[in-house]
């Protein structure tokens, strides 16, 4: 017992002295998403060194962690979050564990872009009685809005300018600098935007939404019954038919959900699959948002186009 | 221990499993758990993720049918309700959180699991949990039954620690970051009590001794557990994680109070080690999980009657063994896994005998709070060889926590 004590004691001293070195200049920012991580990016420069939770291929309401990631999020000077619960499986058990003050909800060095933003799709009730909901308090991937990145950047820019004041004229420049590079990029947007809509498509998971509503595109249906709840036969059956009737052929996915369910309504309702970024390095050449953006709508206006 | 040797009648073993208490159990949420834990939902069938009220309540209710045959004969199926868990959290303070476990096993009254408060307010990464809780053990004795990966928990941990080890007293916990990806957890508790429950052996209804820990110690009669952990980085998305935990009791007794027999002045240690390497694919998806325990206990490891009708004596076993299990676990999507898990140890009635256990499971998950879990089986002890089907359901209500920690 006594060694056990000594032990304990050493451990407690190593821990009090790890936290003191590694002082650089940069400003240390986890983001649950590389949509945010890139955003963080654009705006902080050379001020800040940037850790994403997720990967762009995964599925973002189950993101596996790392134990780097617990250790980035201890020593994070800003943590920035989706929010809408998209990341509630794991971010608050991870605050928990990492036990960083700055950064805990409240704090200024929390950020949750979801503040100011109106969602859609929010449930009437949680009954749950078909299971679970993963969009309990509306859908929560603006991301994929056209809107989505400057709003994300504006609360970014809040953050940033809330624990560096000092280089507040810098980030401004480069949010402002960044609304004219989305001006520029929602021109190209608007202009396959027009084409598509009116038409109608399938998703696998409610992603999308915003982004079609935005665009006047008619979601059709998605193979998820409920946002969460995988797909079953019955769903799919009942799918299928109805897009056989009305002669609807495009499905969207992404990465995570291009699996056996969606080759099944390939092969059954003659449908065109296609796969599309749903978050920043989805897929090749989505390596920035607005990248990301851009390919999203040249995705959907060929699928569009051609169906 | 292993699978009854006796004929039994058995089909449907219904786990209710967990009310709990714990308003703040979305506030806090689960614990950051690595691969191998269970993960619990945190709000399951029936709540909504407000966590406006508080103390947060939740119930689990763990169903599950088996059949049995030993050595060819068939011994049939029966139905059983294992557990019904009622547990309760909030937090008390903002620096501190507690929880409590009640269980009922097979439809008895039930009994305190935990009941324990987590405090966090001396800084840095360490937190004080006092109470009554499951042990900081490897990585499976902190979790209830319906939380393992497999139907009971792996054979060497019921045969060294029992089916379940709560303990009554006070752990420091602390975490520190060895480099930018790798975090060392360790842990150490003083308890007034550390014998494990449930270790049973069929004997056909054998009586047997006691273990029971002296009402007053000194310090030095504390039992004690201890872990460290550390995990890191392994790929762009995999982790491995190494443990070693020890659990020592220094003062024990062994008493047969029918016929008034004692042995005292006992005491046991179990060692530990464990490993465990995780990853997944792009998706995050499909996973990949494969781990391992091995275990020994050395001291006063087990006590007998020395004639089962007329006792005059308790024969100590003063002896050392040692166990082992590995297991390996795919997840192709979120809602499909299967595994398998091999278990062997020396039995501590007579370290020169063992049994073993393989286990083959598939488990799918209905939704993120319900699951069913086919398994099989193949047990052997002492020669005797046994095999059980079973089929098992598991479901979560209202918001749930339990004190896990990687
Ligand atoms: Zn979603």
């Given at each position: ?307 | ?80 309700l294992?557990?019904l868990?009622l ?15 009640l269980a009922s096993e097979n439809g008895e009254n039930p009994r305190l ?294």
């Amino acid at each position: 017992m006594k060694h056990l004590l000594l032990l304990a004691g050493l451990l407690f001293v190593h821990t009090e002295t790890a936290g003191a070195h590694g002082a650089d200049s940069q400003l240390r920012v986890v983001a649950t998403i590389p949509d945010i991580a890139d955003i963080v990016r654009t705006i902080g420069g050379e001020h800040v060194d940037v850790t994403s939770i997720a990967a762009g291929t995964m599925n973002i309401h189950a993101v596996p962690l790392k134990p780097s990631m617990l250790i980035a999020v201890n020593r994070a000077d800003l943590f920035v979050q989706m929010g809408f619960a998209l990341e509630h499986a794991y971010v608050p058990g991870m605050l928990a564990k990492a036990r960083n003050p700055k950064i805990r909800a409240g704090q200024p060095g929390f950020v949750d872009c979801s503040q100011g933003w109106e969602p859609f799709d929010v449930p009437e009730s949680l009954s749950r009685s078909g299971g679970t909901d993963l969009h309990p308090l509306g859908n929560p991937h603006f991301n994929l809005d056209p809107r989505g990145g400057a709003h994300i950047a504006a609360k970014v820019l809040e953050g940033l300018v809330r624990v560096d004041p000092g280089n507040e004229a810098e980030y401004r420049a480069a949010y402002d600098a960044f609304l004219g590079r989305i001006d520029t990029a929602a021109k190209r947007w608007k202009e396959l935007g027009e084409a598509m809509r009116g038409k109608r498509v399938v998703t696998y998971h409610s992603e999308l939404a915003y982004f079609l509503r935005y665009y006047g595109i008619e979601l059709f249906g998605t193979l998820e019954p409920k946002p969460g709840v995988p797909p079953t036969p019955k769903n799919l059956g009942m799918l299928i038919s109805r897009m056989t009737t009305e002669n609807v052929r495009v499905v969207l996915t992404s990465p995570w959900s291009n699996n056996k369910s969606v080759r099944f309504v390939q092969d059954k309702a003659n449908a065109t699959i296609v796969e599309v970024p749903t978050m920043v390095g989805g897929v090749p050449g989505a390596d920035s948002w607005i990248e990301m953006m851009d390919v999203l709508h040249e995705s959907v206006a060929r699928a569009l186009a051609d169906g | 221990m292993l699978l009854p040797s006796v004929p039994v009648l058995r089909v449907a073993r219904t786990t209710l499993g967990a009310l709990v208490v714990g308003g703040a159990a979305l506030a806090q949420g689960p614990a950051f758990d690595s691969p191998g834990l269970s993960k619990p939902p945190r709000a399951g069938d029936g709540f909504t993720l407000s966590n406006d009220f508080n103390p947060a309540i939740g119930v689990v209710i763990d169903a599950f049918a088996d059949g049995i045959a030993t050595d060819g004969a068939d011994d049939g199926f029966d139905a059983e309700l294992r557990v019904l868990e009622l547990n309760f959290s909030a937090h008390i303070d903002p620096e501190a959180w507690a929880y409590v476990v009640l269980a009922s096993e097979n439809g008895e009254n039930p009994r305190l699991d935990e009941a324990a408060v987590e405090y966090t307010g001396m800084g840095g990464n360490q937190v004080l949990k006092v109470g009554r809780f499951f042990v900081d053990f490897g990585k499976q004795m902190q979790n209830h039954l319906e939380g393992l990966r497999t139907l009971e928990r792996p054979l060497p941990l019921r045969e060294f620690l029992g089916e379940e080890l709560a303990g009554t007293g006070v752990q420091y916990d602390n975490w520190f970051a060895a480099g930018d990806a790798t975090p060392v957890r360790f842990s150490i508790g003083a308890f007034a009590s550390l014998l494990g429950e449930g270790h049973e052996h069929d004997d056909g209804g054998t009586p047997e001794p006691a273990g029971v820990v002296p009402d007053r110690k000194d310090i030095d009669e504390l039992s004690f557990v201890a872990r460290i952990t550390a995990m890191t980085d392994a790929g762009e998305r995999g982790l491995a994680q190494l443990g070693a935990s020890v659990r020592h009791v220094p003062a024990f007794d062994f008493t047969f109070d029918d016929a008034g027999l004692a042995q005292r002045g006992l005491s046991n240690t179990v060692f530990g080690v464990d490993a465990t390497w995780a990853t997944s694919d792009a998706t995050g998806l499909k996973r990949t999980l494969i781990g391992g325990e091995f275990l020994a206990i050395d001291g006063d490891i087990a006590g007998a009657l020395d004639d089962p009708v007329t006792p005059t004596a308790i024969d100590v076993v003063d002896d050392s063994a040692t166990g082992f299990f590995v297991f390996g676990d795919y997840a192709w999507d979120r809602y499909h896994s299967a595994g398998v898990q091999y278990a062997a140890a020396d039995l501590t009635e007579d370290p020169s005998l063992d049994a073993s256990e393989l286990d083959l499971y598939y488990t799918h998950n209905l939704t993120e709070f319900r699951r069913l879990r086919f398994g099989v089986t193949v047990g052997e002890e002492g020669g005797v060889d046994s095999t059980r089907a079973y089929v098992q359901f598991t479901n979560y209500f209202g918001n749930h926590f339990h004190g896990l920690n990687w």
